[in-house]
């Protein structure tokens, strides 16, 4: 992976010092790409590009960027995982393309050159961001891969524009004025990351997955979709629908190819192994396609509750993995805390974050990239919220009043006697706040439309109770209420799941933790074939990852692998009333609050109750916490 960085002065008269700036703007992003580093300057339309680069494929100097070839010149980000087979094209008698290196960088130049953007982006694979001048028609293209990936950011006001892979770097230009945008700050608390369509600071925002943005001379933006993941799911249910088709062998056989490519690689690679079912399939096929025993890494801990090492340790033992863990305690995931805002340079608030940064830092130490598990839970059906859904939904053929009566009832036992009921119960002794999962489940019954449901269990504050003084607007329900007529209720929530949480939470969090430590991850499940083939899969093959299991099963036995779903969560509950409590009582402050436009009486009542074990309210917490050390580190006034 690398660093992207650019600057596009549309004020002729505006004085800046270009070289300077731009050189200072690719410097806050030295992590993502610590091997080289360049710059190119067009004085005469003052527009310049930036690069750090992280070298995977072709590591010699004809791979440096930005790479200026006929009339385009281009600062990449990314992996294309069939440019061989592209090159290959280019380079045919019909074409006769020469090049200069084995770089996938020259082959997205080449084939723009050969094709155009539009159908060069129709052939490509992978994971990947850009920007691409046009010299001939003084044109700026930026681009993002069809399911982010990798980021870009961009920002433009007064005739100056500027992107980058991260917004940290605008504070670097002297013509940039950091403002909050409170619309996504409400939009941060409401779902503990600010989407796509968005950032915390005004007038900025990222390319949306799948689509390429045109800027032109007079500062006019054109926004294009070129893969539209509504669109593709459509038709692959329409081509799959009534087959017969073999899905677990074909799903199989999608899934070894898609590893096999994302092992491409110059430098040495390895694979995060958790000992849960997506990691160990991922591992299971790398190991199939390597001649010797691959690199595994997990990450234990001294808390039980986090620890998954024995299981990874398992799973490695059985595919003779060349196995890698270190066992953390508590105080080493707390020591990170401060770092936070370095490595997300926005708010974001998922605390599964600290142990990803942690297993990061190891997994670089013997390796360049790492491939991952995730998307395997939207794809196949593995959050439990598909599961209660799919159960409430039963409910909603009550009449409302009944079921408002059945909501009521139940809430009028308190969340702690539910606790004491439950827990002398052997089923629930091990559920921890269960009086809270009874009211927040008797709420969910309790909504008009069952569209409600989804958008209430993804909220970490809902939209009435979002913390903040100033007027803001919540835009971001619109999406999660949407009902894709040609899906059922469950892949309805995935589909919005992989517009929405993927690219916005968990892609952005292993992207910034991983790029922290200079380390490139790679997710294959996130291969085109792979998502339009698990849409159209049957409901039952799909849901729990029933499919993957039987796949898996097949290689590892099932008890080695077979265990209720863990994630990789920390106990935060716990250690914002012990060890974190002296640094939230002091972000929560009722001065503090109030000097941030926080709503205190909102948040100080929340923080009392969780203190008192009355209720668990740590992700809404931890969203205000998160938030308040941001603005503080940032000396936000």
């Given at each position: 992976?690398?660093?992207?960085?650019?600057i596009?002065?549309?004020?002729k008269?505006?004085?800046?010092?270009?070289?300077?700036?731009?050189r200072?703007?690719?410097?806050?992003?030295?992590?993502?790409?610590?091997?080289?580093?360049?710059i190119?300057i067009?004085?005469?339309?003052k527009?310049?590009?930036g690069?750090?680069?992280?070298?995977?494929?072709?590591?010699?100097?004809?791979g440096?960027?930005?790479?200026?070839?006929?009339?385009?010149?281009?600062?990449?980000?990314?992996?294309?995982?069939?440019?061989?087979?592209?090159?290959?094209?280019?380079k045919?008698?019909?074409?006769?393309?020469?090049?200069n290196?084995?770089?996938?960088?020259?082959?997205i130049?080449?084939?723009?050159?050969?094709?155009?953007?539009?159908?060069?982006?129709?052939?490509?694979?992978g994971?990947?961001?850009?920007?691409?001048?046009?010299?001939?028609?003084?044109?700026?293209?930026l681009?993002?891969?069809?399911?982010?990936?990798?980021?870009?950011?961009?920002?433009?006001k007064?005739?100056?524009?500027?992107?980058?892979?991260?917004?940290?770097?605008?504070?670097k230009?002297?013509?940039?004025?950091?403002?909050?945008n409170?619309n996504?700050?409400?939009?941060?608390?409401?779902?503990?990351?600010?989407?796509?369509?968005?950032?915390?600071?005004?007038?900025t925002?990222?390319?949306?997955?799948g689509?390429?943005?045109?800027?032109?001379?007079?500062?006019?933006?054109?926004?294009?979709?070129?893969?539209?993941?509504?669109?593709?799911?459509?038709?692959s249910?329409?081509?799959?629908?009534?087959?017969?088709?073999?899905?677990?062998?074909n799903?199989?056989?999608?899934?070894?190819?898609s590893?096999?490519?994302?092992?491409?690689?110059?430098?040495?690679?390895?694979?995060?192994?958790?000992?849960?079912?997506?990691?160990?399939?991922?591992?299971?096929?790398?190991?199939?396609?390597?001649?010797?025993?691959?690199?595994?890494?997990?990450?234990g801990?001294?808390?039980?509750?986090?620890?998954?090492?024995?299981?990874?340790?398992?799973?490695?033992?059985?595919?003779?993995?060349?196995h890698?863990?270190?066992?953390?305690?508590?105080q080493?995931?707390?020591?990170?805390?401060?770092k936070?805002?370095?490595?997300?340079?926005?708010?974001?608030?998922?605390?599964?974050?600290?142990?990803?940064?942690?297993?990061?830092?190891?997994?670089?130490?013997?390796?360049?990239?790492?491939?991952?598990?995730?998307?395997?839970?939207?794809?196949?059906?593995?959050?439990n919220?598909?599961?209660?859904?799919?159960?409430?939904?039963?409910?909603?053929?009550?009449?409302k009043?009944?079921?408002?009566?059945?909501?009521?009832?139940?809430?009028?036992?308190?969340?702690?006697?539910w606790?004491?009921?439950l827990?002398?119960l052997?089923?629930?002794?091990?559920?921890?706040?269960?009086?809270?999962?009874?009211?927040k489940?008797?709420?969910?019954?309790?909504?008009?439309?069952?569209?409600?449901?989804?958008?209430f269990?993804?909220?970490?504050?809902?939209k009435?109770d979002?913390?903040?003084?100033?007027?803001?607007?919540?835009?971001n329900?619109?999406?999660?209420?949407?009902?894709?007529?040609?899906?059922?209720?469950t892949?309805?929530?995935?589909?919005?799941?992989?517009?929405?949480?993927?690219?916005?939470?968990?892609?952005?969090?292993?992207?910034r933790a991983?790029?922290?430590?200079?380390?490139?991850?790679?997710?294959?499940?996130?291969?085109?074939?792979i998502?339009?083939?698990?849409?159209s899969?049957?409901s039952?093959?799909?849901?729990?990852?029933?499919?993957?299991?039987?796949?898996l099963?097949?290689?590892?036995?099932k008890?080695?692998?077979?265990?209720?779903?863990?994630?990789?969560?920390?106990?935060?509950?716990k250690?914002?009333?012990?060890?974190?409590r002296?640094?939230?009582?002091?972000?929560?402050?009722?001065?503090?609050?109030?000097?941030?436009?926080?709503?205190?009486?909102?948040?100080?009542?929340?923080?009392?109750?969780?203190?008192?074990?009355?209720?668990?309210?740590?992700?809404?917490?931890?969203?205000?916490?998160?938030?308040?050390?941001?603005r503080?580190?940032?000396k936000?006034?």
């Amino acid at each position: 992976m690398c660093g992207i960085s650019g600057i596009w002065d549309l004020d002729k008269n505006r004085s800046s010092d270009l070289p300077k700036i731009i050189r200072k703007m690719s410097g806050t992003l030295e992590s993502r790409g610590p091997d080289d580093q360049g710059i190119w300057i067009n004085n005469v339309n003052k527009i310049c590009f930036g690069h750090k680069r992280l070298s995977i494929l072709d590591l010699s100097q004809l791979g440096r960027q930005p790479m200026v070839k006929d009339r385009f010149v281009i600062t990449y980000n990314g992996e294309i995982y069939n440019f061989k087979e592209i090159r290959k094209e280019l380079k045919s008698v019909k074409l006769k393309i020469r090049f200069n290196s084995n770089s996938d960088t020259e082959v997205i130049l080449n084939a723009c050159i050969a094709w155009g953007i539009e159908k060069t982006l129709s052939k490509i694979s992978g994971m990947f961001a850009f920007a691409l001048w046009d010299k001939k028609y003084k044109q700026l293209y930026l681009v993002r891969d069809k399911f982010g990936m990798k980021p870009l950011y961009l920002t433009f006001k007064n005739n100056l524009f500027l992107f980058s892979s991260q917004s940290k770097s605008f504070e670097k230009h002297p013509d940039w004025s950091e403002k909050i945008n409170f619309n996504a700050l409400a939009s941060f608390f409401n779902l503990g990351y600010i989407p796509s369509n968005k950032s915390i600071y005004e007038n900025t925002m990222q390319v949306p997955p799948g689509y390429y943005f045109i800027i032109n001379s007079k500062g006019k933006i054109k926004k294009k979709c070129y893969w539209d993941i509504e669109r593709v799911i459509k038709k692959s249910k329409n081509d799959f629908n009534g087959k017969n088709i073999n899905f677990e062998s074909n799903l199989e056989e999608l899934i070894n190819n898609s590893v096999k490519n994302h092992m491409v690689s110059d430098v040495p690679l390895g694979s995060f192994l958790s000992g849960g079912i997506d990691s160990s399939l991922i591992s299971l096929f790398m190991q199939k396609n390597s001649v010797k025993p691959i690199k595994t890494f997990n990450v234990g801990f001294h808390e039980k509750s986090l620890d998954e090492s024995k299981h990874a340790e398992k799973v490695a033992k059985y595919l003779k993995t060349d196995h890698h863990n270190i066992v953390f305690g508590n105080q080493d995931i707390i020591d990170l805390i401060p770092k936070l805002n370095d490595i997300y340079d926005e708010p974001f608030a998922d605390s599964s974050q600290l142990p990803t940064i942690l297993l990061s830092k190891i997994t670089k130490k013997k390796v360049k990239v790492a491939l991952s598990g995730d998307a395997g839970d939207e794809l196949f059906g593995g959050y439990n919220r598909y599961l209660w859904s799919k159960k409430i939904k039963l409910f909603y053929s009550l009449p409302k009043y009944f079921r408002d009566l059945i909501t009521k009832s139940f809430k009028k036992v308190s969340p702690e006697k539910w606790n004491k009921l439950l827990h002398s119960l052997p089923y629930f002794q091990n559920i921890p706040f269960a009086g809270d999962k009874v009211h927040k489940l008797m709420t969910s019954l309790s909504f008009k439309k069952f569209s409600d449901v989804y958008p209430f269990f993804i909220s970490q504050w809902q939209k009435l109770d979002v913390p903040l003084k100033k007027n803001f607007h919540v835009k971001n329900k619109d999406i999660f209420k949407k009902n894709f007529s040609f899906l059922n209720e469950t892949e309805n929530m995935q589909i919005i799941d992989l517009i929405t949480y993927l690219p916005d939470d968990i892609l952005v969090k292993v992207d910034r933790a991983s790029m922290a430590f200079g380390l490139e991850t790679r997710i294959p499940f996130l291969d085109e074939k792979i998502v339009e083939f698990a849409f159209s899969l049957p409901s039952n093959e799909k849901l729990s990852k029933k499919i993957l299991k039987k796949i898996l099963y097949k290689s590892i036995p099932k008890k080695i692998v077979s265990r209720p779903k863990m994630g990789f969560s920390i106990p935060l509950d716990k250690w914002l009333k012990k060890q974190l409590r002296d640094w939230a009582e002091n972000l929560l402050q009722e001065k503090k609050l109030k000097e941030s436009e926080l709503d205190s009486k909102k948040i100080r009542l929340k923080w009392s109750e969780h203190l008192s074990g009355k209720r668990n309210w740590q992700y809404p917490l931890w969203t205000v916490l998160v938030y308040q050390s941001w603005r503080e580190q940032n000396k936000i006034i």
